[in-house]
């Protein structure tokens, strides 16, 4: 996937939960076979796939909750990645 549309709209795929384990002190996601440890980052913005979000939503939201600006591509290229890991469709 060359580029991630600014309407598309990721949720994560059905075998994942995201959920915030105490044991590891972070957000996790889990999946049959085992569990993907997330940084800050890549856990805000999985929060934030929820299948009703656009990316461009998903930008802003993170751009206003972090007062900052130019996360778009940062957020594509985590989004390139989630999508090849098969983390969120």
Known sequence: MSGIADTAHPRLAPMFRLQFEPAQDCWV???????????????????????????LDITADLERSFSTEG???????????AYEQHWIV
């Open 71 to 81: 996360l778009r591509g940062d957020v594509e290229d985590f989004l390139r990645h």
């Open 29 to 55: 996601l889990l999946y049959p076979e085992g569990l993907v440890k997330l940084n800050g980052p890549a856990s805000e913005i999985l929060k934030r796939c929820d299948g009703q979000a656009s990316v």
